[in-house]
């Protein structure tokens, strides 16, 4: 049931996931956010990746501060928050 747990509710990772990510290979919270896409949802990591840098930290025998945190990803470009709510200024 453990296993069955819910570590990233954006993107509804288990903890059985993230432990296999490990056991493959993923020794980074960005080689597990590749392999299980944990902390990719809405709130970009914000709630699991504390949880994901812990349960490496356990698996790898290492301490929670050893292990790097994922890279920030902002957009490529600034977008104009009309544009996105659907409104036009006219100003583009």
């Not at 493959?24 to 960005?30: C, E, K, L």
């Not at 709130?43 to 949880?51: I, M, S």
């Not at 698996?59 to 945190?69: H, K, R």
């Given at each position: 049931m453990e296993h069955d747990l819910i570590i990233c509710r954006c993107e509804e990772v288990t903890r059985a996931e993230i432990l296999d990510a490990?056991?493959?290979?993923?020794?980074?919270?960005?080689?597990v956010k590749r392999w299980t896409r944990?902390?990719?949802g809405l709130?970009?990591?914000?709630?699991?990746?504390?949880?994901v840098s812990q349960m490496l930290a356990n698996?790898?025998?290492?301490?929670?501060?050893?292990?790097?945190?994922a890279t920030a990803r902002p957009p490529v470009?600034?977008?104009r928050l009309e544009l996105l709510a659907g409104e036009s200024s006219?100003?583009?």
């Open positions: 490990i056991a493959n290979g993923a020794d980074s919270v960005n080689a944990a902390g990719m709130c970009q990591g914000k709630f699991c990746g504390r949880l698996e790898l025998g290492c301490e929670v501060g050893q292990i790097a945190p470009r600034p977008v006219g100003d583009q």
